[in-house]
């Protein structure tokens, strides 16, 4: 039978909330329901596992930084930085998330329902099997996956089109996907726009149904819909930028 | 902000600010509130840090009755914090100018103020002025927004506007001086981020007979403000712009008469523009806007519920504050957000 373990988070600075959760963790707690959060930085950070962390309120920055494993659920916003650096697992975010949501990520997936701010995808890189997905509901703001080295950066602009400045700025790797068309005076030097490829849609089709599932939407509108792809302009697109070679 | 004037008292704001304590060092923090002086409304009240007030006060009261009156002073009242050390007095008085000693100048009480704030404080003789408006007060000091508070008793003071700041100083040191809020006159202004254009900025408002005096960047932002608001008379969204004003690449993509007074306004106030990360909230007795750097490098969130207004940088401040907040926005780059109270 499935361990609950409740933990009312008002009032609780995060380095005993993030102790009480390590305990349920060894504990053997399959899910974790923490109510009353509001602003606690580094939540669930580090953290290992295969616990579900459910989180009522609006959780501080950097959110599930370093975590390995988990899936943690926010029934409300989230700060910036959501999914920094994290290695495994995966955070579901059913409002907005501020700036650099799923910065430097590199591996597991980040799902917000509505908006993201600035610089969205930050510096996610992937290596071997660690492949960092972040999927965004609604719309994001510029440098949309600013120095992007690896991944998946799908954003579905429910909430209207993506009009965001310098999308890719310094990408490298990776691909950034938007629904719908992307104007080029949006584009980042070094970032280009390519057709999505059938092997493509194959490709992201299971993640839009993830989504989808997770937030109770019809995912067939979304995984026949027109799609912009966004990549490096070439394999190494700023030789020469800072030095010649 | 209350856009009725319907007061608050110290307490909410308090507590909104220590939720962001993780932005702070406990080197500084600061309270500003409107509306705090309904019994002397017309007079200027100047708050004083006097390093000794045997010895350095003779002096600023003889400054002040020769440009005015001074309708009362006294030792602004402070409640002594086990980890807060005094380093300062802070001081009121609630001074009247005499307008025949500034005959050519079209605003000859508010000239004099100012003049008499620079003055004062460039002389360094144990005496600075971090507060000059009327009806408001800036209360600050050294150590972490509770303590700052409680040291003041924030909670005594009522306003309809108040501003607070939780200080990390990262490029000089930490003192009374330096921490936020900065006022000069009627504005008001709480920085988060650097000021890179510092250089720049200081030689431009320095030119224009402001002296910085305080060590930190954002004391320019308020003479920024009271020279392109008050002396140049833009309105606020327009001075906002000067002070980050939208991309090059964005300018040549206006239509023409759009594209014309953009660039017109970015040359004529290329060196009061800003560059560096920065989130900004400015007050006056009427008005508080919000705004970022063009390039969103600090955060800043937005939230309304009926008559107030809140623009913090975490939504959990406002939260704090306002458990029933109706609506909470992060407003793009460079775009001013203004709230202004009813007339």
Redesign the interface.
């Given at each position: 039978m499935a361990k609950q373990v409740a933990i009312d988070g008002k009032g609780v600075h995060y380095t005993p909330l993030n102790q009480q959760i390590r305990k349920a963790v060894a504990d053997g707690a399959d899910e974790i329901v923490i109510s009353n959060i509001?602003?606690q930085?580094f939540i669930g950070d580090g953290l290992r596992g295969n616990v579900t962390i459910q989180l009522y309120g609006?959780p501080?920055?950097d959110l599930a930084m370093f975590m390995s494993g988990p899936t943690i659920i926010v029934h409300g916003?989230a700060?910036?930085a959501p999914g920094n650096t994290m290695d495994a697992g995966k955070v579901v975010i059913h409002g907005?998330a501020?700036?650099a949501v799923a910065h430097s990520m590199r591996g597991g997936k980040v799902f917000v329902r509505g908006?993201i701010?600035?610089?969205g995808g930050i510096h996610m890189k992937q290596y071997e099997d660690h492949y960092p997905i972040l999927v965004v509901g609604g719309t994001a703001?510029?440098?949309l996956g600013e120095s992007l080295a690896g991944g998946l950066l799908l954003v579905l602009g429910l909430n209207g089109p993506v009009q965001a400045?310098e999308i890719g700025s310094g990408i490298h790797g990776g691909e950034i996907i938007i629904r719908g068309d992307v104007d080029d005076?949006c584009l980042a030097t070094g970032a280009t726009k390519v057709p999505l490829t059938e092997e493509d849609r194959m490709r992201i089709a299971p993640v839009i149904r993830e989504f989808a599932d997770d937030f109770g939407l019809d995912p067939e509108p979304l995984t026949g819909a027109k799609y912009t792809r966004i990549v490096p302009a070439s394999a190494r697109p700023f030789v020469g930028k800072y030095t010649w070679e | 902000m209350d856009r009725k004037r319907r007061t608050m008292d110290g307490s909410g704001i308090r507590q909104a600010l220590s939720m962001m304590n993780e932005r702070g060092s406990g080197e500084g923090a600061g309270y500003v509130a409107y509306g705090v002086y309904p019994d002397y409304r017309d007079c200027y009240a100047l708050h004083v840090f006097f390093d000794n007030v045997r010895e350095n006060k003779d002096v600023v009261d003889a400054t002040l009755e020769q440009w005015g009156t001074i309708e009362h002073d006294e030792a602004i009242p402070t409640y002594d914090q086990p980890n807060l050390r005094a380093v300062h007095t802070p001081w009121r008085y609630f001074f009247k100018p005499d307008p025949s000693l500034a005959p050519a100048s079209t605003s000859p009480e508010d000239d004099i103020v100012s003049a008499l704030v620079m003055r004062v404080n460039t002389a360094r003789r144990g005496a600075l002025i971090f507060s000059s408006g009327k009806n408001v007060g800036v209360f600050k000091a050294g150590g972490w927004p509770e303590e700052v508070a409680d040291f003041y008793r924030i909670e005594d003071y009522e306003g309809y506007t108040w501003l607070a700041h939780n200080r990390y100083p990262t490029n000089t040191p930490g003192w009374w001086g330096g921490a936020h809020p900065f006022n000069l006159l009627g504005w008001s202004v709480v920085h988060n981020g650097e000021i890179t254009s510092y250089g720049t900025n200081r030689r431009y408002i320095e030119s224009l007979g402001y002296t910085c005096t305080m060590y930190t960047d954002t004391e320019v932002v308020a003479y920024l403000i009271d020279l392109l608001v008050r002396r140049h008379g833009l309105d606020l969204d327009l001075a906002v712009r000067a002070l980050a004003p939208p991309f090059w690449e964005e300018i040549d993509r206006m239509p023409e008469a759009e594209r014309e007074w953009n660039r017109a306004l970015r040359l004529t106030y290329a060196p009061a523009m800003m560059n560096g990360p920065f989130a900004i909230v400015a007050a006056d007795a009427d008005t508080m806007v919000g705004f970022t750097d063009r390039s969103k490098l600090r955060p800043m969130v937005v939230g309304e519920c009926a008559d107030r207004l809140y623009i913090s940088s975490e939504e959990a401040a406002i939260r704090a504050m306002e458990p029933k907040v109706e609506s909470i926005t992060m407003p793009a780059a460079g775009e001013p957000v203004i709230g202004r109270v009813a007339p």
């Open positions: 509001l602003g930085r609006v501080g920055g916003n700060e910036h907005n501020g700036d908006d701010g600035y610089r703001q510029a440098y400045r005076a | -």
